[in-house]
T-cell receptor, first 113, second 113 residues
């Protein structure tokens, strides 16, 4: 499978701090997604991003969240002021084409203390 | 709002036995995915089902899709311990391509020697 990489693999932060999670999709991909999975629960959609714009976002994706592609390769998810309930695995996903499978990165485990 | 239900949530089965995981979804969709997740790991794509009556097989796993019934099944044949994992189905929205995935609750499968 094509490789989508994510950094860091694990992030520990204090409540109220800002975190930035990074995703490096396969080159030339245009569509990007962020999902999260609270421990032991199902995977939930956060936001989709196409052509440098958000195309859809969920109710979870409130004003504390933002996404951008600052340098044309990395794709970042920022949480401005983390809450305890933001503790989860965050997955980046990206298909090769609009009709392709969404391939998931290895995830970032975010722990908010 | 698209809803995806899986059953059973937990499945414990002996090696060598056959079993089926069910995935029901609430509205019309163009694509259905099956993913495997090992503890603490990311989601591995198993199957993408694109049309009514689609059947795909890989090793001991076979997935099928009935779009009229809005039902997909993942059948496990002669289970082996290596198949122990959590299996998720995920449904893509109605517009073909660039649609978020809505995940089922997952089925935690444990194969007992």
């Amino acid at each position: 499978e094509p490789e989508v990489t994510q950094t860091p693999s694990h992030q520990v932060t204090q409540m109220g701090q800002e975190v930035i999670l990074r995703c490096v999709p396969i080159s030339n991909h245009l569509y990007f997604y962020w999902y999260r999975q609270i421990l032991g629960q199902k995977v939930e959609f956060l936001v989709s991003f196409y052509n440098n714009e958000i195309s859809e976002k969920s109710e979870i994706f409130d004003d504390q969240f933002s996404v951008e592609r600052p340098d044309g390769s990395n794709f970042t998810l920022k949480i401005r002021s983390t809450k305890l309930e933001d503790s989860a695995m965050y997955f980046c996903a990206s298909p090769r084409t609009v009709t392709d499978t969404q391939y998931f990165g290895p995830g970032t485990r975010l722990t908010v203390l | 709002e698209l809803k995806v239900e899986q059953n059973p949530l937990f499945l414990s089965m002996q090696e060598g036995k056959n079993y089926t995981i069910y995935c029901n979804y609430s509205t019309t969709s163009d694509r259905l995915y099956w993913y495997r997740q090992d503890p603490g790991k990311s989601l591995e794509s198993l199957f993408v089902l694109l049309s009514n009556g689609a059947v795909k097989q890989e090793g001991r796993l076979m997935a099928s899709l009935d779009t009229k019934a809005r039902l997909s099944t993942l059948h496990i044949t002669a289970a082996v311990h290596d198949l122990s994992a959590t299996y998720f189905c995920a449904v893509e929205g109605k517009n073909f391509g660039n649609e978020k995935l809505t995940f089922g609750t997952g089925t935690r499968l444990t194969i007992i020697p």
